[in-house]
């Protein structure tokens, strides 16, 4: 079952932050504002079955009003099994209101024998709550998601739908940015995480 009400409510609180701050910018979406560069991450934490994850991430701000990011992960499920690995290609476009940005992913999930593609889009919202003449920043943010699914074993193929949230806060300090986010897959507990990521721009 969707916890709608939870979902909708988070989006809300997090648009009246954003519109209470009149120098809003999308920074959850395009880290560098107008400027055009890159960033790098890495991620920690756990998976929703209480298992580790670490990931590497890559991302390029091409345009003020789109950028685009590259995901490596690796989950432990057990200690005989071997991991999942995910691969995750993601864009962010933003729109005129500055402080929200669509986004597009594809996802491919592998352990053993099973193959899971995902396409998620989501509607990204967040708000820099800290001064423009200041150097650090802090962004809460929420991005609900729906996406296509398909798994696949030998001998068997499901396609579905799936829905998601990722909600957090991110903090930066000059080029150096540190977030915590929780992401809640509502049929697939063990693709939920909570995760830190700890980056820089260049």
């Known amino acids: 079952m969707i916890p709608w009400r939870w979902t909708v409510a988070s989006v809300v609180l997090v648009t009246l932050l954003a519109f209470a701050n009149g120098e809003a910018e999308a920074q959850a979406c395009l880290l560098s504002g107008d400027e055009l560069s890159g960033w790098g991450a890495l991620h920690v ?85 800290g001064s423009s003449a200041s150097s650090w920043q802090l962004t809460p943010f929420i991005e609900p998601r729906a996406a296509y699914r398909r798994s696949t ?14 909600g957090g806060a991110l903090v930066g300090m000059g080029r150096l940015f540190l977030d915590l986010r929780y992401q809640k897959v509502f049929d697939h507990e063990a693709a939920s995480s909570v995760r830190l990521r700890l980056g820089t721009r260049f």
């Open 45 to 129: 934490g756990q998976t929703g079955t209480s298992h580790a994850l670490v990931a590497a991430e890559l991302g390029w701000q091409a345009h003020p009003r789109w950028a685009v990011s590259g995901q490596a992960e690796a989950a432990r499920f057990t200690t005989r099994d071997p991991e999942r690995w995910t691969g995750r290609i993601k864009v962010f476009l933003g729109l005129p209101l500055s402080t929200a940005c669509l986004t597009a992913s594809v996802e491919h999930d592998r352990l053993v024998d099973t193959r899971v593609t995902s396409v998620p889009f989501g509607l990204l919202i967040g708000t820099n709550l």
């Open 153 to 166: 074993i030998p001998g068997w193929l499901n396609n579905s739908a799936a829905y998601s949230v990722i």
